[in-house]
């Protein structure tokens, strides 16, 4: 297993920077006002396939071999889509194994970036049985979604370049679920600024992880947060931990009101997924700090009537 | 009757600057191949108070004598809004007429900004009375909402800075309803790029008194752009005029497209009447240019759902 660590962040910045978007750093004093700080938001709902994982796709398949013509990954929408963006940069076929309650906004998504899609049940074994099944079947190079030491330091230019662009920033929260983004920005931030990881409580595996010490299996995928129902990856529960990385829970109710906030007053379109980091800091006001960065994570939905 | 110049426009430029944001522009390649040309969104649905009215309001209230304490004008929200927002800088009292259909939501607005609402009718008969009451009974100076030199180049400002921004645009896109914006956008343009005004079919005032020469009265106030159901202003008329302005339609369900899309492509909230220049290209493709700058007015809406 290799443990990247923040110099393979550094190099992935570069490699991916011809590829991604900058992305804005935005502010809204209302919210500021509700949340009763100041917050910096990191808009990678504006990056490449509208989330942060094209940085962590560029990043792999702008390291693949030149021998290699087939890509296969598991996805719930946002790192199918990536991979499929990022394969199509090198002509490299892109296979996605979905879920079958995966939104349908993701499936046309991931099916215009030119993935083939293949079903599969909505738990962790059917997901994995029916990627054994076509990597048996097909010659492909199986991309992890996040338990990649590749992907993890991709996910964490996201961080790198909000630290980049504003000083002085105490936290930084990132939704968590599979722990890419989440172990990157503990990578980036490099001891300098506190990581805090925002997760429905509907799926606190990476809650229950870091209290007990042992990765936890993923709940029922139930919560509206469709980007953060999988159980945290083994490279990025041992930095998490490593890190004695702290994981604030959101209701689902707080998740719907950090949508309708951040729509309402900063005008701009995320996805529950990405409305965790607010509704934690809602739910976890004791937890915030005085000057902090969010990473709001995508903004992949469709429009909502 | 005062009509504004371009030194009007350059004047309230350095006169609001302090006051409002200098709005990003943004770009969409899906949006392009959709459209099918290069276009350059000037992003007012960001600037204080949700929309361009901000401009055109603060650069009247920091020309208004020291002796002026109390203002009212009419609106459907996001004139009020930006007045009540910049009467409030220099802590005037600010009243706004407000139709009884006007959204919720704007109402919500005007009343967080400080505004006193006074409700009446949706037609321009009942506004116009229940203002001439008002102004009867108390000591407040009114502010017209377009038909106004300081707000017309207040306005003007949002292209005066699109145009610093982007070098070659062919043409700006802008929504018309009173034609404060419009008229704006005329005069920052100075006859080196066209102006097309987009209005709603179900309030085509606009486009009826350009094609008869005479100031056409307001239809039926049921078009979903809320904010352009109002007739042209007579120097916004003058100025439409004088430049040959052309006009182009939107039909009720290409402004819900333009909506959808702009929402789903850009990750960005605008309403309905931001979407109109949107949809009116969509309906009218002969009529738009190779490289085009759109005035995206403003971003007052609930969440859809």
Redesign the interface.
Known sequence: MRVPTRDCVQAAASRIAPYIHHT?V?QSQRLNEIVGTELLFKCE??QKT?AFKARGAVNVVMQLSSDIQSLVTHSSGNHGAALAWASGLRAIQCSVVVPEDASP?KRRSMDRYGATLIDCGQDLESRESVLEEFVKQHVATFIHPYDDARIIAGQGTATMELLECEQNLEQIWVPVGGGGLASGAVLAGNGTVEVVCAEPELAKDAYLSMQTGFRQPSLPPITIADGLRSSLGEINFRILKAAKTRVALATEDSIRRA??LV??TM????EPSAAVAVAAMLDNPSLVAKRVGVILSG?NI????
Request: no cysteine; hydrophobic share 40%.
């Open positions: 804005p935005l709902n504006f509208g906004f949508l309708n729509f309402e005008k701009i379109v995320i903004g469709p429009y909502p009537s």
